[in-house]
């Protein structure tokens, strides 16, 4: 620790005493680093455990400090050992979180036409009414901040706009893909037949089966929305943050649409604001009517 200690404030002292313009990109850089593995990270189990090392170099410094060279030497080889024990450990999320750093889900975002947010609404609440009633067990879940890549990978890449024929497809009983979630990140269907892990809940009722444990269980590891559409009873619930909301409406189901993809655009307007309203300028010019006689 005090090896560490003196290099940090050797660092410090060159920075602040010979700033340099390769100084400043240095720390530019390091600065973006740092910023995008926070972001990509802060939902996933790696989060967590940042929160633990940082607990663990605090008792490590203050062990040194007050003198108990036991726990001391203890921590500090736990310290050394720790890179290798996090590689091992986490090697799956590391990969994911190296791959989304390539992935500039934003600009393509802005740059990829997207379709009303109102159609996109409608055409949900359409399809999760019609399975209601014909009793068709369905589970949609929502993409948000966190990705849900490995999700993904479990099923069968689809990539088509969100509409209601499309979800109704996938779940009609007897078809390839009806067994399993689908996946919906933004306006598109990004994969159907995903495999969800079951929630270890003990409060979920008797009267649930795996398809609610499964819409819960990836709500306890994401920011997910999931909705749940139940094959026995044709109950609509929704399924956030480990919570169960059954027994959902139209109007229920619009108004927590209408959260998902209104906070969503808001937050592609303050990202993206030129090539986001060029975008919407050019996707208005393309929808109205032509003057030009034929």
Known sequence: MSEIAAQFSAILWNLLNRPR?????????LTFIIYEMLVHIRHTRISQTIKGIAILLFATWLSDVIGMRTIHALLSWIINAGPVLLIVLFQQ???????????????????????????????????????????????????????????VATGTPVDGMVSQPLIENIFEPNTPLHDGAVVIRGDRVAAAACLLRLSDTTGVGRDLGTRHRAGLGVTEVSDATVFIVSE????????KGGQLVRHLDEASLRKILHGLYDKEEKELRLSMPRLYFKQRRRNAHDEQPSDKKA
Request: hydrophobic letters at 45%; charged letters at 30%; a negative charge.
């Open 93 to 151: 999320e590391i990969r994911r979180v190296l791959e989304e750093l390539g992935n500039n889900t934003v600009l393509d975002s802005a740059i990829r036409p997207r379709s009303s947010s109102d159609t996109i609404i409608e055409e949900v609440i359409l399809a999760l009414e019609r399975m209601s009633r014909r009793r068709v067990g369905a589970l949609l879940v929502f993409e948000k901040k966190t990705h849900l890549n490995d999700v």
């Open 21 to 29: 313009l390769v100084d400043l990109i240095d720390i530019l850089l």
């Open 232 to 239: 026995e009873t044709g109950i609509i619930s929704m399924a």
